[in-house]
Structures are given as C-alpha cells and as structure tokens.
C-alpha cells in the first residue's frame, strides 16, 4: 500500500464514519415522528455511540502506513479495535443509566448505524 493508497484509506474510514452519521439522523428523524422526542434522542445517542467508537478505530487503525510498517500496522489495528469495543461498552453504560433513556430507541438506533458499515464495500471502492 503506497502513501497515496493509504491515503484513500483513510478518507474512506472517515467517509463511512459521515454516513453512520446521516444514517443516525435518518434513524432519530424516524423514532421523532413515530414516538416521540424523547425516543428520537435515544436513537441518536446510539447512533453516536456506534459512529464514536468507529471514528476513534479510524484515528488509531490508519495511523500507519501498512506498506512500510506492517507489524506496527497490525499492532495498530488491534489497538483500534480494543478501544473500539472498550469504548462501545463505556458509552453504551453511560447511556443506558441516563433516567431518561429509551433503551429500545437507544438499541435500534446504535444496531442499525452499526450495520452501515457492512455497506461500506457497495459505496468505497478503490
């Protein structure tokens, strides 16, 4: 992987990262004319929490150029994902005890956010 590939990489992490975004607004839109503001705000703290924890595996996952470091490239890519499941579990809690928490909002709006990023192959081609 060249400097300019790994370049692209990149963009298309924090590309996926806006579309989990969007794709939490959409989701909060949804539960705000279905339910009601307080469900919609639930909805919106998963899909952040999922676009969080995906947006710090990009920072730390992307750090290094696999091409020419790949152990340290790996070893990246472990860490980012540790401190993306680490940060999950953080989040989720501090949500979940918040006594004005919709948990079945707060749950499809975190799961459906984390499934955007299974599309990322139909949408970031290199």
């Known amino acids: 992987m060249t400097d300019k590939s790994a370049a692209l990489a990149r963009k298309s992490a924090y590309k996926l990262v806006l579309c989990q975004l969007a794709v939490a607004g959409v989701i909060t839109l949804a539960f705000f004319l279905a339910a009601d503001a307080v469900a919609a705000k639930s909805a919106f703290k998963g899909g952040l929490v999922a676009a969080i924890a995906n ?11 696999a091409a020419e470091q790949p152990e340290l490239a790996r070893a990246a890519l472990m860490r980012g994902h540790s401190v993306k499941m680490i940060l999950i579990v953080v989040l989720c809690a501090l949500v979940l005890q918040q006594p004005d928490s919709v948990a079945a909002a707060f749950v499809v709006g975190f799961t459906v956010t984390l499934l955007a990023q299974l599309s990322a192959t139909f949408f970031f081609k290199h």
Request: charged share 10%.
């Open 55 to 65: 947006f710090t595996f990009a920072l730390l996952a992307f750090r290094v150029n």
